[in-house]
């Protein structure tokens, strides 16, 4: 990854937060990082000095035991929505000066926190195209398109995962992925094993963003 052209499309607010910009292609990476503010810093030395060899690690468990979860608030320009990757769910952001919106991010304690930038709201994750039914040892492909608020494909690249259940609902584990949308668009290839069970198939995609779904069904015959 490198580091991101314009920085200023996101920043800390409070000190005890760290805001590292980098970007994947064109897309924005935001990393929300929990940071040692000066007080903090001097109770870990004073820690140090009572005992060198314990008094950090004893003064870190006792820190998170009383509060292992930390609000964090950020900046991110106005022209883009902010997707937190942990829960794939859509930054709460609200109007500030200057061009910016300001949103909190609640992290563990020194836990560094990933956020997506796009400059179109995720709207709608569909099938696009896509077999209904496949005979054991065929390979088949499923198009998933994924379109902003404005209508228009999600530009840059969405991560996404990719599960296969078979017909009494088990897994199939060695047909699922972790993979990316690009310029909205997603192909899954299915290829099926000649002594797969035959029977009603679901390819299900989950882009790790907004957090939606969209499947295919077909029937796998023998």
Known sequence: MKAHLAPRVAAPVSPDTGVFVNRVGDLPLVWVMDLETAEELRAMAKAMGANWERGVPDYLREREKTRALT?????????????????????????????WREGAIQTRLYEAH??????????????????????????????????????????????????VYGPHGQEGWEYG?????????????LRLARNDAPGAWRVVVKELCSGRTAEAKLTVIP
């Open 114 to 163: 990933p956020l997506a930038l796009y400059r179109d709201r995720i709207a709608a994750l569909t099938l696009a195209s896509g077999p209904a039914k496949l005979a054991r040892g065929q390979t088949g492909q499923f198009v998933f398109a994924l379109r902003g608020a404005s209508g228009a494909a999600i530009a840059g690249l969405v991560p996404a995962e990719v599960r």
């Open 177 to 189: 992925s972790q993979t990316l949308f690009r310029d909205g668009v997603l192909t899954v290839p």
């Open 71 to 99: 609000r964090h608030t950020v900046r991110v320009e106005a022209a883009y929505v902010a997707y937190d990757l942990w829960t794939s769910t859509e930054v709460s952001l609200t109007p500030a000066a200057n061009g």
